[in-house]
Each structure stands twice: as structure tokens, then as C-alpha cells.
T-cell receptor, first 114, second 114 residues
Framework: NAGVTQTPKFQVLKTGQSMTLQCAQDMNHEYMSWYRQDPGMGLRLIHYSVGAGITDQGEVPNGYNVSRSTTEDFPLRLLSAAPSQTSVYFC?????????????FGEGSRLTVL | AQTVTQSQPEMSVQEAETVTLSCTYDTSENNYYLFWYKQPPSRQMILVIRQEAYKQQNATENRFSVNFQKAAKSFSLKISDSQLGDTAMYFCAFIGAAGNKLTFGGGTRVLVKP
């Protein structure tokens, strides 16, 4: 059972480039989300989805797009990367809502924008 | 919007001793859930303990326990008999009854010394 898989684990981009962070889970979880982690600021919610075809914004959505065409996948797109998007990104999923606390995290993707 | 504050950026403790991490939060909701997550150097996020606001009894998981003070909006984590493997970042997190947005504090780095 793979759990939550994120790719790539490391990426370096130039300002203005685009890229997609992939996230896949094999636990049949309805809820999926993306966080970014910056020093001293904890994890901040970017976007989340409560099921296929449904997405919503979190705390820091600007500069990021998401889609949820299947239950398993929840990619995060950076359309025009900026140095302020240098961060570690985490994908997380849960069976339904998060209130059970069983939020399963991927291993993170470290993104550097030059 | 809910906020979660961890006032201790870093703490150190001798092996086998006890350390307490503080967390305060701000919310107007009456029903909610609180969590402590651990992030070791591997970067993997691990759920340590969970507390439902409607339960007066403090949650306990082996060497980890919480002191939940609802009126004071305080949720501290006590690590007893600290072990070297407890060295990690610890994040306090809050979610309201709607269950879609998990809000994290800025984290406390715990160093267990031999």
C-alpha cells in the first residue's frame, strides 16, 4: 500500500516557468489537499478537494491551480513560477473530512524558484 | 478565521525527562478538533494525538498527553520520558466542525539530548 505519493521530490525552476506537482493516493480517500511549508510559518493550505470534480481555495491559493478529475489524483500547477513560491509542498489526504485527524501526508516536494 | 499560535520556536530536553509544548488558538466555534503532528528530519508528517473539543477528558497516547483548556483556548502537549527519536518539529493544528481546513501553528523544534 503506497499511501500518498508525490512527485517530483526536488525541482529547480526559473522564474516564469510552469510545472505540475503530482499527487496520487491509493486509499480511496475523498479528501485531498495541498500545503506549503515555510520556516516559522508552519503549513499553510493552498487548495483542497472533497471529491472528484470539486475543488476549493485554502489560505494561500494565488499562483496555484488544481483539478480533481479522479479520486486518486490531485495535481498542483504553478503557471508562472515566482521566487516567493520557493517552499516545501505537501499533499495530504483523508477518507472524508479531516476531523478524524487521520490526515495522511506525502513525503513532500522541495521546490526552488530562481 | 482561526489562528493557531506556538510561542516556543525551539526547546531542548534531556533524554528521559519531560517537556511541555504550548499551543493557543483563536476561534468562535464551539465544536472543533485539535491535533499535534510530529515532523522528524525525514520530513514525514505523523499524527501524534487528537482531541475533540466536546470531550473534557484530556487525550493520552503512550508517552504523549495533552492539557486541553477550552475556556483559555489552550492545548499543550507533554512528552514524558523523552527519547532520542522524539527529536522533531511539532505542529499544533486546529479544524472546525465543517472539517475541511486544517490550520497549523508555526511549529516548535524539540531536541532531545542524550
Amino acid at each position: 500500500n503506497a499511501g500518498v505519493t508525490q512527485t517530483p521530490k526536488f525541482q529547480v525552476l526559473k522564474t516564469g516557468q510552469s510545472m505540475t506537482l503530482q499527487c496520487a493516493q491509493d486509499m480511496n480517500h475523498e479528501y485531498m489537499s495541498w500545503y506549503r511549508q515555510d520556516p516559522g510559518m508552519g503549513l499553510r493550505l493552498i487548495h483542497y478537494s472533497v471529491g472528484a470534480g470539486i475543488t476549493d481555495q485554502g489560505e494561500v491559493p494565488n499562483g496555484y491551480n488544481v483539478s480533481r478529475s479522479t479520486t486518486e489524483d490531485f495535481p498542483l500547477r504553478l503557471l508562472s513560477a515566482a521566487p516567493s513560491q520557493t517552499s516545501v509542498y505537501f499533499c495530504a489526504s483523508s477518507y472524508q473530512q479531516v476531523d478524524t485527524g487521520e490526515l495522511f501526508f506525502g513525503e513532500g516536494s522541495r521546490l526552488t524558484v530562481l | 478565521a482561526q489562528t493557531v499560535t506556538q510561542s516556543q520556536p525551539e526547546m531542548s530536553v534531556q533524554e528521559a525527562e519531560t517537556v511541555t509544548l504550548s499551543c493557543t488558538y483563536d476561534t468562535s466555534e464551539n465544536n472543533y478538533y485539535l491535533f499535534w503532528y510530529k515532523q522528524p528530519p525525514s520530513r514525514q508528517m505523523i499524527l501524534v494525538i487528537r482531541q475533540e473539543a466536546y470531550k473534557q477528558q484530556n487525550a493520552t497516547e503512550n508517552r504523549f498527553s495533552v492539557n486541553f483548556q477550552k475556556a483559555a483556548k489552550s492545548f499543550s502537549l507533554k512528552i514524558s520520558d523523552s527519547q532520542l527519536g522524539d527529536t522533531a518539529m511539532y505542529f499544533c493544528a486546529f479544524i472546525g466542525a465543517a472539517g475541511n481546513k486544517l490550520t497549523f501553528g508555526g511549529g516548535t523544534r524539540v531536541l532531545v539530548k542524550p
